[in-house]
């Protein structure tokens, strides 16, 4: 065996295992020390994930080796002369981009999951062997070095952290090759599914294309979109040359619209990391060994930007009218005005968070939390406007990337913590990036309102009509009445689920888990307390009866007036010459490449 390090997986889809035997062609010869990831990079949330790990063992030539725990996810082998092997299992159940899975039906597995580190050696060689059942097909953009072309084989890649960035996908796979920038793409699509392979195709390879080349230049010779399909699971990780996405079924066919458009803003936001994470690197996390948690408060560059350009792409790419485009930023903005967490978090302190709240929601996390992802996403708007209109139109946010590809990507240097900023000062002036930075700093809303004005683009608020209004688009019949609350059906009544700080459910004494049974005398099923409660006066209260652990209470509850918290989005049509050429060199058809200044 060439390579110093190299792992031999058996698949097991009966018992859902993974059984790895690990190489080791030149031990520490004073004990070799393995660990397993404690967290998945893209992904900013202690997963421990040597909890999967069932059994392990170390042989030398067929004689057992002495293996002992030193830490949750650490292990020592004994000292030994020659060649090590190290046989474990590692139990794969978790059906999401993060870890590993495997049924009858195919698997997937990220290779923080599954791969040992052998410390002292990260900077070794490394390959992989896969053997599986026979008519399973394998697919993984590390390089292959025996076997065929999307059969079982051996794989190789260099370093540690490169080699656990290609994850695999196995089963049964749907092939779709698209061709986008002279370079090959592929979609590998895993579990049933009704996709419109076609309309697939055109549309990831206008994807691929516009972000080739926005950013002038590719990160990768060859790109594989490995894709799990799932009853209603929604979800993306990036990686080298490479994302791991998973979607409900029916996203791939194109029977509804939104359902499709979210599928193709996966795959854009997940492709646009190949540069943006990949290629331009946040240092902190490139120097993690991935033991602990790395604190930024930079989150909102590298998940906040790539949020706002991946449904920008499809309006740049022509895949969505403005209108549609401008409805996603009025439901961001609706998600955002909807949590009263956006003042009392900051976005530097959601990306610092993420480790410990944004991975873990519950039922009050929106009183207390915000998003680096949607927030992020809203202040990357509210730079790239702000930008524009400043330098009447000769600068965005467009260029600012392009400096990070010129300076970053292109050199391989990581970026270092607070260097954005920094880069929009030197690019800008000092105002301008104090100006971002209190953005980032504050508990405070966007001047979103009278940047979109100066596009042409109206912003509305409104009340939401009821409890599944997203917002984004105008309501013709609001409520007049709000309590601050969300509820789901139960077999006694009606189950708070979220009750909102201050609101009047909150301040009338019910709790989050509460079972609503009767308003006003009347049993609380979802259409009466639903209409009762549309019906409502502020100001005058309902008498409301409910369960708490099983103990009959009673109290009431004062509605008050609906708040605006719901946005849509105006494009208008009487606006000037000026405005309109600003706003269609933000959202028109004309591909902006980041080198071009406008």
Known sequence: MSDAIHYQITVAPSSHRFKITLHIADPDADGQILALPAWVPGSYMVRDLARHVVEIRAHQQGAPVTLRKIAKNRWRVDAVSGPLQVEYTVFAFDRSVRTAFLDDQGGFFNGPAV????????DRSHSLTLHGPEPWQVATAMPRTSGTTWGWGTFSEGHYRAFIDHPVLMGTLTLLNVEAGRRPHHLLIQGHHSANLQRLGKDLARICDWQQQFWGDAAFSEYHFLCMTSSDQYGGLEHRASSALICARDDLSGRNEDHYQRFLGLASHEYFHSWLVQA????????????????SKDLWVFEGITSYYDDLCLRRAGLIPPEQYLKGMGQELTRLLRRPGRLLQSLAESSEDAWIKLYHSHANSANFEISYYNKGA??????????????????????????????????????????CVTLVGDMTNRATAERLHTWIMEKADLPLEPLLAQMGIHLHRRAATDLKDMGGEPASQCPDAW???QWRVHDLGLELRYV???GPVEQAGLSTGDILVAIEGLRATQAQFTQQIAAAIPGVRLRIQYFRDDIFCETHIVPVAAPQDT????????VDDVVRARREAWLGDTLHTTGTKR
Do not use: M, N
Request: a negative charge.
């Open 280 to 295: 331009i690197r946040p240092a902190v996390f490139s120097a993690s060994d991935l033991d602990d948690a790395v604190l």
């Open 567 to 574: 946005v849509w989005l105006e494009l208008l049509t009487d």
């Open 378 to 419: 809203l202040l990357a708007l509210c730079l790239d406007l702000t930008l524009r209109l400043e330098s009447d139109g000769a600068l965005s946010l467009d260029h600012v990337l392009a400096r990070l590809w010129q300076d970053y990507g292109r050199s391989g240097k990581a970026l270092p913590e607070g260097d």
């Open 483 to 485: 309590i601050g609350a």
């Open 500 to 502: 909102q700080a201050d």
């Open 115 to 122: 791969f040992l580190r052998v410390v002292g050696q990260e």
